[in-house]
């Protein structure tokens, strides 16, 4: 068997497309949709994303809005960057690009983004709205994830979705998004801790697989059939790696996707459409 390839280039392309209509008809009501990053540190994976993500902005109509610290910042400086963020009015939306440096505190910093702004949909006021099924801006990477399979028309109803990876960022709402209506799926989530994990993997008609680990997941750990969702980014030497080794696994699975090119896209277009969600809603309160 070789698997059907799911890149994230024709999905990310139809809701950047979404998007751009969305945010011409708000400039058309006088309102314009801005995007910020704050980037900390001189991380050279986190400088090419941020990078992206801006491209992906203006091709979209959207205000890119980059704001850097050094990598020495304190945290009072980022608290006070972020305030900054909360009261600009050019900004409907941001993000903090994560890794935090060390010895900054992320759940601190997470915290005190203005949950109206929360373009990562990472606050616990946006997480615990979307728990409880409540409109809110959802995690960019699950909700990428989940368009990419409505594209592919891979149904998760009734399906036993393995996650591996339990992070606040992809896991775990994941997880949750995944058990609430309409995709209705059986999920699994495990993790470092998880016995026979070989076993664990293969039990599931779709496996996610989010731990940063690169080449984690051999052909051992995938059913015949399976699909395969590959969130895993590292850089090294020879460019970005997934935790999939993925040649191993295309022989097996029924669909895979790759590193790069496949989740990467759908997360920076996710990320777009919650800040034209956050701009619109701001819209409404005003009106």
Known sequence: MTAKVLTGKEPAAL????VAGRVGGLAADGIRVGLATLLVGNDA???????????AAVKAGIVSIDRRLDE????DEVDAAIDDLNTDPAVSGY?????LPGHLDTDRTILRIDPSKDADGLHAVSLGRMVLGLPAPRPATP????????????????????IIGRSGLVGRPLSVMLSQ????????????????????????????VATGSPGLIGGDHVAPGAVVIDVGTTKTD??????????????IASAITPVPGGIGPMTIAGLLANTVVLADATREETM
């Not at 994976?45 to 491209?55: E, T």
């Not at 020495?72 to 945290?75: A, G, H, L």
């Open 15 to 18: 809701l950047r497309a979404e």
């Open 45 to 55: 994976a986190s400088g090419v994303y941020v990078g992206m993500k801006h491209k």
């Open 72 to 75: 020495e910042v304190s945290q």
């Open 95 to 99: 993000i903090v690009q994560l890794p």
């Open 143 to 162: 909700s990428g994830i989940l368009r990419l399979l409505d594209h592919y028309e891979i149904g998760t109803a009734g399906k036993h979705v393995v």
């Open 181 to 208: 209506r309409p995709h209705n799926a059986t999920v699994t989530v495990a993790h470092s801790a998880t016995e026979d994990l070989v076993d664990v993997a293969r039990s599931a008609d779709i496996l996610v």
């Open 238 to 251: 020879s460019g970005l790696v997934g935790d999939v080794r993925f040649d191993e696994v295309a022989e």
